[in-house]
């Protein structure tokens, strides 16, 4: 069986879909499936890109049918039995390209997420006075929803990253997908003395640490964790990673809470120090499909904070390994801190590394690319 992992945004080491990409595609190639790896932008040596002609003033284009053109161009005289899109707008391009070069793969979409459940999340933080509305980011997520809408209705067959997920697929196009849960190879992280970590972070002993690390400030619900910050003993840190939002950086500025540190992207080891160094991880996302951050904090024995109604509560079993709270809500969210940092929560048990693998995800997939499962 010859497959073609297929991703339409940028290479990462560290970031959500490009990690599932590589760690279940590399799952396949265990299992004796002939795997090839393609992203839209920046693949490494030994995979490919299809839509690096787009960098710069071309960029706008993404957000069109013309990547569909692209796509066939790098599939003229290729051959796959299946190609696996990881999001619907990808598998637009893939099923746009069959019909025009008439091969007969089959296409299986990869749900890690729906851009229309994250509009109407938008929708609200607007309304809510969280977010604000840009005529680019509205365009965009109408141009996804309607390449999502393309592809669900001309795929084969489809997966999920979560229940979240597979609920929004039928609520918003009627097909049910086969839920096969991200993995995390906590091997991937080097683990370092708490104190040692603390000393490099510019943390001291006494404080209470608390980490949040996602790319988007009102998706991952930023907002409400800072405003749960307010009237929280002053030994509490906020450690923020991962944002590069200028707006939501310099609105940190105006707070003049100097407990609060933001910090942009980091590599592995970086992170992992912050995880070393960290008593809790909270990410109080509005919208979240999966949140490998949750699994990734149980590599380091860490509680965690998410909400209900998302996928964090795949890795989150309330009051069990962290707390569930509700979305938009900073008085949970303030209380789930407090009661972790007075030692009375009554977690049932150490939070132990998550237990799907991509071996287990791997197996999953070639049933639904069989047709064992769809």
């Given at each position: ?190 683990k370092f003395e708490k104190g040692k970590a603390r000393k490099e972070l510019g943390f001291s002993e006494k404080d209470f640490v608390v980490l949040f690390v996602g790319n988007n400030a009102w998706r991952k619900g930023l907002g ?99 707390f569930l709270v509700r979305k938009r809500n900073p008085e949970d969210i303030r209380l789930a801190l407090r009661k972790i940092n007075s030692k009375k929560a009554h977690l049932s048990g150490k939070p132990l590394p998550f237990g ?19």
């Amino acid at each position: 069986m010859k497959i073609l992992m297929h991703y339409n945004g940028t290479y990462s080491e560290n970031a959500g879909v490009s990690r599932v990409v590589r760690g279940l595609g590399k799952a396949m190639l265990k299992k004796g499936a002939e795997v090839e790896f393609l992203y839209g932008y920046g693949a490494p040596k030994g995979m490919h890109s299809y839509l690096n002609a787009l960098k710069g003033p071309l960029h706008f284009l993404h957000h069109t049918p013309f990547t569909a053109l692209l796509f066939a161009n790098f599939m003229r005289g290729k051959n796959f039995d299946i190609v696996h899109s990881h999001t619907p707008e990808a598998a637009f391009d893939a099923v746009v390209a069959r019909f025009l070069l008439r091969k007969k793969y089959k296409v299986v979409v990869h749900l890690h997420g729906l851009d229309k459940a994250v509009r109407e999340e938008w929708k609200k933080e607007i309304k809510a006075g969280r977010a604000r509305y840009g005529i680019g980011t509205d365009l965009y997520l109408r141009a996804s929803i309607f390449k999502a809408w393309f592809s669900m209705k001309m795929a084969d067959s489809f997966a999920a990253v979560s229940h979240a997920v597979q609920k929004e697929a039928g609520q918003f196009y009627g097909v049910k997908p086969e839920v096969v849960l991200n993995a995390v190879d906590c091997g991937e992280f080097k683990k370092f003395e708490k104190g040692k970590a603390r000393k490099e972070l510019g943390f001291s002993e006494k404080d209470f640490v608390v980490l949040f690390v996602g790319n988007n400030a009102w998706r991952k619900g930023l907002g409400y964790l800072v405003e749960a910050f307010s009237g929280l003993p002053e030994n509490f840190r906020l450690a923020i990673v991962g944002i590069e939002d200028q707006d939501f950086s310099n609105s940190l500025g105006g707070l003049k809470d100097r407990r609060i540190s933001c910090k942009g992207q980091v590599g592995t080891t970086e992170i992992s120090k912050y995880y070393s160094a960290a008593d809790v991880l909270c990410v109080p996302s509005v919208n979240e499909p999966f949140g490998l951050v949750y699994a990734e904090a149980m590599c380091f024995g860490l509680p965690c904070i998410g909400c209900n109604g998302t996928g964090a509560e795949e890795i989150i079993s309330d009051s069990a390994n962290g707390f569930l709270v509700r979305k938009r809500n900073p008085e949970d969210i303030r209380l789930a801190l407090r009661k972790i940092n007075s030692k009375k929560a009554h977690l049932s048990g150490k939070p132990l590394p998550f237990g799907a693998s991509w071996k287990n995800a791997a197996k999953t997939m070639m049933e639904i690319y069989s047709g064992e499962k769809r």
